[in-house]
């Protein structure tokens, strides 16, 4: 009965976690890098996409003896938005990190979970992913040809990504 009931709940979890982007298992303590196990579990749901975590860093980032820095990274719950890969010149940039004026096609977009981890399934291409923030939609990862926070899904591969919102740290 036990391991029914097991059965069902990881089928469960399989059919729900790529459509919301939930899955709740995972250490919260290790929140400087994408948590492995949530990934690993990310990529047994889906076969081809993108799976990762949204991670959260504000306040004081500088090394001083007299003022450790405030608050580390942690998982952040968002709403993830997937274009098509675009360009800087495709957008309206304020601050240099929020975009608005979007002119290639918005593919997908995925809730996190309460930690920051998603996975959406997609078909193999070229993407540039977006958080939403109060102003704007927000990036701040731009390859040498200017693109926004570019990953390419590979034919029955999932790409792993860490994006850290940080509009709000000092270095």
């Not at 196990?37 to 799976?51: H, S």
């Given at each position: 009965?036990?391991?029914?009931?097991?059965?069902?709940?990881?089928?469960?979890?399989?059919?729900c976690g790529s459509k919301q982007g939930k899955a709740t298992t995972g250490s919260e303590a290790d929140t400087t890098s994408v948590n492995t196990?949530?990934?690993?579990?990310?990529?047994?749901?889906?076969?081809?996409?993108?799976?990762g975590r949204i991670l959260w860093e504000s306040g004081n980032r500088m090394p001083s003896p007299d003022a450790p820095p405030t608050?580390?990274?942690?998982?952040?719950?968002?709403?993830?938005?997937?274009?098509?890969?675009?360009n800087a010149n495709q957008v309206t940039t304020q601050n240099g990190v929020f975009h608005?004026?979007?002119?290639t096609k918005l593919v997908a977009e995925v809730a996190t979970d309460a930690n920051g981890n998603f996975s959406v399934a997609l078909k193999p291409g070229k993407y540039s992913l977006f958080t939403k923030e109060e102003k704007g939609l927000y990036a701040n990862l731009f390859d040498g040809e200017m693109n926004i926070f570019p990953v390419e899904v590979k034919d029955g591969q999932v790409s792993t990504i860490e994006f850290l919102v940080n509009y709000q740290a000092s270095y």
């Open positions: 009965m036990k391991g029914f009931l097991f059965s069902a709940l990881l089928l469960l979890a399989a059919c196990t949530q990934v690993q579990q990310n990529q047994a749901t889906i076969k081809q996409g993108i799976a608050e580390s990274k942690r998982g952040v719950q968002r709403t993830v938005y997937i274009y098509e890969l675009t608005t004026n979007i002119q």
